[in-house]
């Protein structure tokens, strides 16, 4: 088992003591078990979406506008200034 270190405020510190006492276990498997708990639940994380990957999903999502805005060059009129 690896082991892992944080900081935490003393209030929870305090509230995992308490659990850990009242449970008759040590404060690492408290801590243990309310991290199974939380994470037991969840799907493996994929990784994140590239930039690309993000703007392919919207791309096409904006209805209305005129087609040729990046090319027409009246809509660059004062563009700039």
Avoid: W
Avoid at 8 to 14: E, F, K, R, V, Y
């Amino acid at each position: 088992m690896r082991t892992l270190t944080a900081k935490i405020p003393s209030a929870l510190a305090d509230h995992v003591a308490a659990e850990a006492r009242s449970c008759g276990i040590s404060e690492s498997a408290v801590l243990r078990r309310v991290l199974t708990d939380r994470y037991a639940k969840r799907k493996p994380s994929k990784r994140p979406k590239t930039v690309g990957q993000a703007v392919k999903e919207i791309i096409g999502s904006i209805h209305g506008g005129p087609k040729n805005l990046a090319t027409n060059p009246k809509y660059f009129e004062g563009f700039g200034k």
